[in-house]
């Protein structure tokens, strides 16, 4: 999902958050965290990787946008790259 410099479109991103189906997330879905942190704190970590990677692609993109500085972008790319490694 990503075009040739490897950032996501608009349009990608938009149709990838578009499908998700984010009632999953909020309150009585079954990736909803209050839930899991009820049982155990490790019990949220696919809870809190699939929301991720729900909106790792607007991150991408957002990581790639010339308006935000240097600096901004450079630390989505370290949150990327960690939840990458936390998320496969």
Known sequence: ???ASNAPTFE???KHI????LSAFQ???KHHL?????????AAI?????????????L???S??????????????IFIQAMDTFCP
């Open 34 to 42: 209050s839930a899991a942190l009820a049982a155990s704190p490790a």
């Open 27 to 29: 309150q009585g879905g």
């Open 64 to 77: 790639n946008l010339p308006l935000l500085p240097k600096k901004w972008r450079d630390a989505i790319k």
């Open 12 to 14: 990608e991103v938009d």
């Open 18 to 21: 578009q499908s998700a189906d």
């Open 1 to 3: 999902m990503a075009n």
């Open 46 to 58: 696919p809870n809190v990787c699939a929301i991720y990677k729900v909106v790792r692609p607007f």
């Open 60 to 62: 991408v993109l957002a």
